[in-house]
């Protein structure tokens, strides 16, 4: 059995914690193998819940448990993580500016930024799931500049997951019948890219399955508008499947995967993509570390691939913008 390890999760009070706790607690993100001191952080008025969470947890027996407590101070919460995992943001509200939006989150991953780079251990690794997580996630890592940049990650895992569930709905197959690198680039936003044209359906290349008019016609705007399209059914955003695709993150991250699985990372130049943004890449992960992939891009099959790539990008960096990063 390992050293445990300190694993703080923000918004713990929140829908999409609630359904994430048990599954971390139960090994799911960091392995059966790895014992954890968790930390939950919300703001004061929160409180009162999380010790009714905390009760929760404890009467849950997980044997990897090894320590719990609550904060609404991030400069307590921070200290000494291994890892955290950012849940709470302000939460877009019919009718809000988007500049609002970006400025009120901010000021959240601001504070969270500074504490992180005060006290968390300089290894800490972060996986940011608050909206807008790629802009929120490049603002935490700018304020926690004694952080390598590597060990920030924005949460596009759930799409991925839509589009393997997608596809699996059009083939009549499971996800086992797909091999091959399927991933999404871009944003957590409506401008974000599907990429199939590695990807095989039973051996056979996914567009010669179900058709490149399906890819581009509905598949792809389909995975782009699912989180409304959940909002406009439930009334609330996605929470379950958030919660699921955080722990596939959270797993191929630190325990290891030999598949190809989307991440937003730290832009480095790779497939035309500027430095300066969180940006979602094919990634393979091996002992806690992320690669981006090289896929073959072939543009006579794919025009558009590179311009869609490009508008993504520049809504990353509007966002930016907006901000105040840039
Ligand atoms: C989702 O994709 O379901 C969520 O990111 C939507 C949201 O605004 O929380």
Redesign the pocket.
Known sequence: MKSPIKVVVTGAAGRIANSILPRICHGDGFGFDQPIDLVLLDIAPALKVLNGVIMELQDCSFPLLRGIEASADPMVAFKDADFALMLASCP?QPGMMRLDFLTRNKAIFKEQGIAINAVAKKTIKVLVVG?PANTNCLVLAAHAPSIPRKNFCALTR?DHNRAISQLCFQAKCTPADISGSICIFGN?SSTMVTFTEDGTIKGKPVADVVGKEFLVSQFEPRIQE??YA??SEKGS??VFS?ASAAIDCIHDWMVGTDRVVSMAVASSGKYGIPEGVFYSFPCVCKGGEWEIVDLKVDPTRNPELNTKLQKSYEELVSEAKMAGIY
């Open positions: 877009y909206n759930l957590h699912r989180g959940i909002i955003p996605s958030a």
